[in-house]
């Protein structure tokens, strides 16, 4: 499998888990340092991201100016996934004694719910200024519009996270659609 690879890709994978493990080591053994930097989700949000689009966002070369805003874009909204579940955990976290972006800002739910729909906007405006993303963007806004809103939905906490990291899907199913083409 690592034959296909280009060395660059390679190095750039090798550094994306570098840093995941750096991260996976703080939150391990410096897990109170969320307490005074509640940015565990944020964090968390944009390594994914950042896995997500690594190859693609290579590939794009240098005309990839349009799709690195929208590689932002679903940083961001990963992210505003992490910190939504943080909002709907928040009382099993400080039962538990782990610190969150949540525990921190208790009342963080309405600012998270606002950039949700920044981001659906900022993508649809997106659609306007980069025609040829538009597929990409279509999705954002959709997963934007509806993590905001699962924050209004009536289902049980477990369920709402699952559907919440199953929003960020939409992209899937964008490709699918091109290969069923």
């Not at 750096?22 to 940015?39: D, E, G, H, K």
């Not at 009382?91 to 969150?100: R, T």
């Not at 405006?125 to 993590?147: D, K």
Request: with cysteine.
């Amino acid at each position: 499998i690592v034959k296909g690879l280009e060395h660059q890709i390679i190095l750039c994978g090798l550094f994306l888990g570098a840093v995941a493990f750096v991260y996976l080591a703080i939150n391990y053994s410096f897990s109170r340092l969320w307490q005074t930097m509640p940015l565990k989700e944020i964090a968390v949000g944009f390594l994914f991201a950042a896995g997500v689009v690594m190859v693609p966002l290579w590939r794009a070369g240098p005309a990839a100016s349009g799709f690195l805003v929208t590689a932002f874009l679903f940083g961001s909204l990963c992210s505003l996934n992490c910190l939504s579940i943080a909002v709907w955990e928040r009382e099993l976290d400080e039962k538990q004694g782990k610190h969150s972006f949540a525990t921190r800002y208790p009342g963080a739910g309405f600012h998270i719910r606002l950039f949700c729909l920044i981001v659906a906007v900022a993508s649809l405006i997106l659609s306007f200024v980069f025609p040829n993303l538009w597929p990409l963007t279509a999705c954002l806004v959709v997963s934007g519009v509806l993590l905001f809103a699962l924050h209004f939905g009536s289902c049980a906490r477990d369920e709402r996270t699952a559907l919440a990291d199953l929003i960020l899907l939409t992209p899937l199913f964008f490709l699918i659609g091109e290969r069923l083409r």
